[in-house]
């Protein structure tokens, strides 16, 4: 977004290890230990490795008191179990041998077929030899950027991005530089400046990497008017387009986009999930990319894991067959809008006036941009105290930028819990705002919480 306000307690980039002697070698209660023994033998790259700000406070944000507007967890309460359960029980006796054995590392022939037809859905016509199935589509940046990225080549990203995925640039030592978008998605002319600066600065762009549609975390959706334009500008700089597409179906009133890959096949990989539209616990997803790609993110996908997951892929293929997949994704999208709805009314029926927000057409997450002078990261440990989360905006930058924001995401609580979270927010906005009136800026620092002890909960705050 176009507020570039770095916050006074934003981290430095890499966190600096911790150096000390070995105390035994076992470690503390929960697994781990304030002194790692072993910081001497690590690879360089695991410097860029460190906990998300979701991870670090979803111990205590998903305390049942607490409302967490802060991970982005699919809500599947609504699936089918019972037809999931007798499709998974046919599976095992009827294909048993064969979802329980090795497979193909490029992904099960039949289940790419019908990620053919699910693509479809967004105007791409495709060959399932293009097609590589991953363990979720976190697993397709990781391939793409293993196979494109050297450390210190540059990849483009919107700001703010999704985090997963500056995860993955960070972990393979990239230099990310973000460019603007506004209510329609990433901004045409911000994108033509950086491509120029960073090539006149002789610096190779491996790729831009975009989440056109309902964005993870700004909630905007490329404007159809734009796409032509940014892929032309990608086109004639000969830089890639990596498309991150998990929430394309989950558009609230609208048919879904045409993808960018459905317009360039050569410039574009794409990447699909079936997170979102069916259920994350599969940790199936794909990429499709042009023939000679395809070829090395095989490669690749063979040496990370042999093969994706023969199980879930067949259980997903089942699932795609014997079920109504489209009908329950509409059911979907109208939980998501009734808890849209539910946010964005509360945010307009409390919140401060010089706060303000973006009302998402589909996918999980509100962008907020707080009064002015107030840093979301600071306030967060009031948040939790007043049993509400969320996420700092600066999780979504790689340069420590949005501390003036935050996203809330609406996917997972009730419509009433939503409205509860929202004015527990409201309150410590009011109450920061009050402090600020009376004593100034400085507030915040202090207020530390060891917010990760002990964590061993599920890893969807990652999302
Ligand atoms: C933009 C984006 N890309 C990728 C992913 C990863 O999804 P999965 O690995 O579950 O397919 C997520 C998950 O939240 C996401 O929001």
Redesign the pocket.
């Known amino acids: 977004m176009s507020e570039h306000d770095r916050g006074p307690s934003d981290p430095p980039p890499g966190r600096p290890a911790v150096r000390g002697r070995a105390h035994g070698n076992s470690p503390g209660p929960g697994g781990s230990t304030r002194l790692d023994s072993y910081v001497d033998r690590y690879a360089a790259r695991t410097q860029g490795m460190t906990a998300s700000e979701i991870r670090a406070l979803f111990s205590v944000a998903s305390r049942p008191e607490v409302v967490s507007l802060a991970g982005?967890m699919p809500n599947i309460s609504g699936l089918p179990l019972d037809v999931v359960g007798d499709a998974i029980a046919d599976l095992v006796s009827t294909r048993g041998t064969v979802a329980m054995q090795y497979g193909s590392g490029q992904g099960d022939p039949h289940l790419r077929d019908q990620i053919c037809d699910v693509m479809r859905l967004e105007g791409i016509e495709a060959h399932p030899d293009d097609v590589v199935v991953t363990v979720?589509?976190?697993?397709a940046?990781d391939l793409v950027t293993r196979i494109f990225c050297d450390p210190g080549d540059v990849v483009i990203c919107e700001a703010p991005s999704?985090v997963?995925?500056l995860g993955v640039f960070k972990a393979y030592e990239c230099d990310v530089v973000h460019v603007e978008m506004d209510e329609h998605g990433l901004v045409p002319s911000a994108l033509r400046e950086a491509i120029a600066t960073v090539q006149a600065a002789g610096r190779r762009i491996k790729f831009v990497y975009t989440?056109p549609n309902y964005h993870?975390p700004a909630g905007v959706t490329l404007s159809s008017e734009r796409r032509p334009e940014i892929l032309k500008i990608c086109r004639d700089a000969d830089v890639l387009v990596l498309e991150?597409n998990?929430?394309g179906l989950l558009g609230f009133d609208e048919e879904p986009y045409r993808a960018l890959r459905a317009d360039e096949a050569d410039g574009v990989i794409y990447?699909g999930?079936f997170?979102k539209t069916f259920a994350?616990g599969f940790?199936v997803?794909w990429a499709l990319a042009p023939h000679a790609v395809r070829e090395k993110l095989v490669l690749a996908q063979e040496s990370a894991t042999l093969c994706p997951p023969s199980f879930s892929q067949l259980a997903v293929s089942a699932y795609l067959e014997k079920h109504d997949w489209l009908g329950q994704v509409k059911q979907f999208r109208e939980m998501y809008r009734e808890r849209r709805d539910a946010m964005v009314g509360a945010l307009s029926d409390m919140m401060p006036a010089a706060a303000h927000w973006n009302v998402p057409t589909g996918g999980f997450y509100v962008w907020l941009t707080l009064p002015p002078g107030l840093d979301a990261k600071a306030m967060l440990p009031r948040a939790v105290t007043a049993r509400v989360a969320f996420v700092p905006g600066t999780a979504f930058f790689a340069d420590g930028f949005g501390s003036q924001s935050m996203r809330l995401s609406y996917c997972y609580p009730t419509p009433e819990r939503i409205r509860e979270g929202v004015r527990r927010l409201v309150g410590v906005i009011e109450e920061e705002l009050e402090l600020r009136a009376t004593f100034g800026t400085g507030l915040g620092e202090a207020a530390t919480l060891e917010l990760n002890r002990g964590y061993d909960g599920p890893t969807s705050d990652l999302?």
Do not use: E, M
């Open positions: 982005g979720g589509s976190q697993q940046v999704y997963g995925a989440i993870n991150d998990p929430y990447l999930s997170s994350p940790r997803g999302t």
